[in-house]
């Protein structure tokens, strides 16, 4: 019944507009919708992981090894670690849900740091703990050494490095020090491939961390769900015992290891994206009553000083261009939108669109 009423109490998810939504909406084709709303990688896969991906397909009736022995080596040599600190998941979110069930009692104090993405308050209150969240005092995310102050006696944090939706990354010093604070201190990753350090290698000065990792938006397998924590050797076969045994499918195990073997492909893709980003974010900060956050991720954090969110997403969307509105999320005071990077084609349809409803500011 807890869970029920804590269910009922708490909203949907809100994943943003899709080409199809768009398309019954305003007439645009959904082939010639431009999505920039949900941090995908937006260039095609390599043939040999489509080649992958159909192979996989083929044996689709039969479940793959629970063990994932295969997926867990390649990830380890990808990471430079051992398997026995790799635990998998169906997407980094349901690893997020894990996390929270090994960790949170009744009450338990989580601390979060805002904005950021909301399933880590979504997963701590089902489990009826003590959310925390805590807002900047100036800027658009807190002060590392303001979250190390308040994570004393935290039985959780949760830090999203690069964050989602600022793009800002914190540094691995100042994720130590609030891992000295807390319990437990998650670290979600999703984006860091698209920058340069990760906490993964810092796992030995903190047994206490658990970094969060995802096949989405680096590897471009978003619509596959495939995630994993990199922790403890204690921690991570904590979090196999708890998960489903054939969490990851056939197909999406395929993927996965496929994709690991064309690192150097995704790595230049990921160049590319980074160039896209700023030519992105100086044509976009160009523009009157445009501000526009660094960001070491995939996306940018476009504030709005002269037109309403609502306004600039709905020209957008009639144009056949989709991005998310972040205005009113926890920790951002103002108007502001999240713009995925995505091809140079696509990247150019939308700043003429936003040169367009800019024009008169």
């Known amino acids: 019944m807890r869970y029920r009423a804590c269910a009922e109490l708490l909203g949907r998810y809100e994943a943003g507009e899709f080409p199809e939504d768009i398309a019954a909406r305003y007439g645009v084709p959904a082939e010639q919708v431009v999505n920039l709303n949900s941090n995908e990688n937006p260039y095609p896969l390599p043939e040999s992981v489509i080649e992958a991906i159909a192979g996989a397909a083929a044996r689709a009736s039969r479940y793959p090894n629970p063990a994932y022995p295969e997926l867990k080596r390649c990830i380890a040599s990808y990471l430079g670690t051992e398997p026995e600190c790799i635990a998998l998941g169906a997407g980094a979110g349901e690893l997020i849900s894990h996390v929270c069930t090994l960790f949170i009692e009744p009450l338990d104090r989580v601390l979060i740091p805002v904005p ?107 619509g596959l769900r495939v995630g994993y924590a990199v922790a403890s050797e204690k921690t991570a076969a904590m979090l196999e015992k708890i998960r489903n045994p054939f969490c990851v499918s056939r197909v999406a195990e395929a993927a996965a290891i496929a994709a690991l073997r064309e690192a150097e492909h995704f790595r230049r893709t990921a160049e590319r994206l980074a160039r896209e980003r700023e030519r992105l974010r100086e044509g976009l900060g160009a523009l009157p009553g445009v501000e526009v956050y660094p960001s070491w991720a995939n996306f940018l954090l476009v504030r709005l000083l002269s037109r309403s969110a609502d306004e600039v997403y709905t020209h957008l969307l009639k144009r056949g261009i989709i991005v998310r509105k972040v205005s009113g999320m926890p920790g951002l005071r103002g108007e502001y939108l999240r713009i995925s990077v995505g091809t140079e084609k696509e990247n150019s349809k939308l700043l003429t669109a936003m040169r367009e409803v800019c024009r008169d500011a």
């Open 116 to 222: 950021t993405y909301t399933m880590y308050a979504f997963y701590s209150m089902l489990r009826d703990a003590s959310v925390e969240l805590l807002e900047p005092e100036e800027g658009v995310y807190p002060a590392p050494d303001s979250i190390a102050e308040r994570a004393d006696d935290a039985r959780l944090v949760f830090l999203c490095s690069p964050n989602n939706p600022t793009g800002g990354v914190i540094e691995a010093d100042e994720v130590l020090e609030i891992a000295e604070a807390a319990e437990v201190v998650v670290v979600d990753e999703a984006y860091a491939e698209f920058c340069c350090g990760s906490m993964i290698e810092h796992l030995q000065d903190a047994e206490n961390l658990i970094v969060l990792r995802s096949f989405s938006k680096f590897f471009g397998l978003a």
